[in-house]
């Protein structure tokens, strides 16, 4: 697939700053069916290490939080600096998701790559924690890794290469998502789809050096991606 935007990202960081599968193509990829305005005030919700927030606030022209858990916000703020961005185009934060400290209906939208499985599992947390921060029309825009099946109940020895049950009890496949999100009052899921990029995400991912994509090397090459996807999740605040 062609990442006119993604591309302009030096390999050696995304080697470097890559958490999981290529995010930054996963986020052009999710973002470019959609086409928020520049200028949108935009949430990016576990945001690693940034890459994602970059894309959208260099690429995309959008004034973006980048809010996440683990990653240091002094450190994101020197790469955001290094990526030619200001304190006026980009703010890092540390921050869970589940106590955001926003305004109601703060956001244009939320964007959410490779993160939400994280800490959206509880049915109740759409509507509790994030979806008040939504401006009404405002969008919600999801990147999920996700199962085509669920198959937790038999799981493939491919899957158990790299990952313990538990750990795979973070990825659903779309039926399980959809009435996930669908039980929320107040969104409406404008669309779900397995994302096409999937593949080569994964393949950037592995080729990484590092422990954590070591590790998932051993179940891509023994055929995990037969089993896994990534669900792309379009949703608009009524
Ligand atoms: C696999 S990484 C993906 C990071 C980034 N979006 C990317 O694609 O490179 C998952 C991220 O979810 C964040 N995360 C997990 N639980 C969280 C929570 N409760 N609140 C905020 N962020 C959380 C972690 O800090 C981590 O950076």
């Not at 959008?62 to 450190?75: F, H, I, K, R, T």
């Not at 750990?167 to 959809?178: A, E, G, K, P, T």
């Amino acid at each position: 697939m062609d990442f006119p935007k993604s591309s302009t990202f030096p390999p050696s960081i995304v080697l470097e700053k890559s958490m999981g599968p290529n995010p930054l193509k996963l986020c052009e990829e999710l973002l470019d069916g959609v086409g928020l305005p520049a200028g949108s005030v935009v949430l990016d919700l576990g945001s690693g290490t940034g890459l994602t927030s970059v894309l959208m606030a260099r690429e995309y022209g959008l004034m973006v939080y980048a809010a996440d858990l683990w990653s240091e916000p002094g450190e994101n703020m020197r790469f955001f600096e290094g990526m030619g961005l200001t304190n006026r185009q980009i703010v890092p934060l540390k921050v869970d998701a589940t106590a955001l400290p926003f305004a109601t209906e703060f956001f244009d939208a939320v964007v959410s790559v490779d993160s939400y499985n994280y800490f959206g599992r509880d049915p109740a947390y759409l509507g509790t924690c994030l979806l008040p921060l939504v401006r009404r029309g405002g969008m919600l825009l999801f990147s999920i890794p996700g199962m085509v099946r669920d198959c937790h109940d038999d799981l493939p020895a491919c899957l158990l290469a790299s990952w313990t049950p538990e750990q795979l009890d973070y990825m659903h496949d779309m039926v399980w998502w959809r009435r996930n999100l669908e039980q929320t009052e107040g969104v409406q899921v404008v669309d779900m789809h397995e994302m096409a990029c999937t593949a080569e995400a994964w393949a950037d991912w592995i080729a990484c050096d590092n422990d954590y994509a070591r590790g998932d090397r051993a179940a891509v090459e023994a055929g995990a991606l037969d089993y896994l996807n990534t669900i792309a999740v379009v949703m608009r605040r009524r």
